[in-house]
Nanobody
């Protein structure tokens, strides 16, 4: 069974830090493209960061210089280190993985990305107060 389980969310004041974790099982984590999305209180989905299987990374302009994506393949875990948090970072954060199969999760939390990533976590809430 494929599982992605996020943890590490919480409530912090602006300027604080959090580290999100996403532990994976049931698929070839080390060969997959990985990503973090967030869904805002207004229900907008944003691609926050990606980590491709070759090790390259991308970041949304809104988080560049503040967030860092990484993974530990020995632990099958994806991370998102979030520093200098702002109230605009308040959202539910989801990890996602693309194993390159034809599987589509039509219940993915970000409908626009259902064909980009095969698997999705359940989400973890991040709340940043001013």
């Amino acid at each position: 069974e494929v599982q992605l389980v996020e943890s590490g969310g919480g409530s912090v004041q602006a300027g604080g830090s959090l580290r999100l974790s996403c532990t994976a099982s049931g698929f070839r984590f080390g060969d997959s493209d990985l990503g973090w999305y967030r869904r805002t209180p207004g229900n907008d989905c944003e691609l926050v960061s990606t980590l491709v299987s070759d090790g390259s990374t991308t970041y949304a302009d809104s988080v560049k210089g503040r967030f860092t994506i990484s993974h530990d393949t020995a632990k099958n875990t994806l991370y998102l280190q979030m520093n200098s948090l702002k109230p605009d970072d308040t959202a539910v954060y989801y990890c996602a993985a693309d194993e390159g199969t034809s599987y589509v999760n039509h219940n993915a939390p970000c409908p626009a990305a259902v064909y980009e990533y095969n698997y999705w976590g359940q989400g973890t809430q991040v709340t940043v107060s001013s």
